[in-house]
């Protein structure tokens, strides 16, 4: 029977070589001159942590490495923007959560959407992705068609297409 995997994915190479380039981008910009500014990668979350001394600089900071994320082609629906800790002394941190496969919700919504286009395929949760199965292999096109004209808060990718 054919199959594919819905998965929504951020490569994490793509993320380092944008957090590369911001770090780059801040070396050279004069308004960051003097600060102590870090941007650095949480290997066991894959979050990206943002440090700088002047709390009102954190804008400008997030924005350099926002920018360089979407240029990098990351969809910026799977990063979580929390909400940034200032110090009394004016420093300030924030983390930008890189969101890896769907979390419970997501995936009953989208199986919930899946189950309302009336076809013959079933979709079954597997670790943080969904597997849709189905006899006819238009029928699996109608379903990636339909879930591609939906918002689910997440960026979808369908993986492991096979006949």
């Known amino acids: 029977m054919p199959s594919f995997d819905v998965v929504s994915e951020v490569d994490r190479m793509e993320v380092k070589n944008a957090v590369d380039q911001s770090l780059r981008e801040l070396a050279s910009r004069f308004d960051f001159k003097g600060l102590t500014t870090t941007i650095e990668i949480d290997a066991k979350t894959g979050s990206i942590l943002l440090t700088v001394d002047d709390g009102a600089q954190m804008k400008a900071l997030r924005e350099i490495v926002i920018g ?96």
């Open 68 to 163: 360089k994320l979407a240029k990098r082609n990351i969809d910026l629906r799977n990063i979580e923007q929390k909400d940034p800790d200032i110090s009394p002394l004016g420093h300030s941190r924030q983390e930008l959560a890189i969101k890896q496969g769907l979390d419970g919700d997501k995936a009953k919504e989208i199986n919930k959407a899946i189950k309302a286009l009336n076809l013959k395929v079933q979709a079954s949760l597997q670790d943080r992705q969904i597997r849709v199965t189905g006899g006819k292999r238009d029928d699996l096109q109608k379903v990636i068609a339909a879930l591609r004209a939906g918002d689910y808060g997440v960026a979808l990718a369908f993986k492991n297409f096979r006949d």
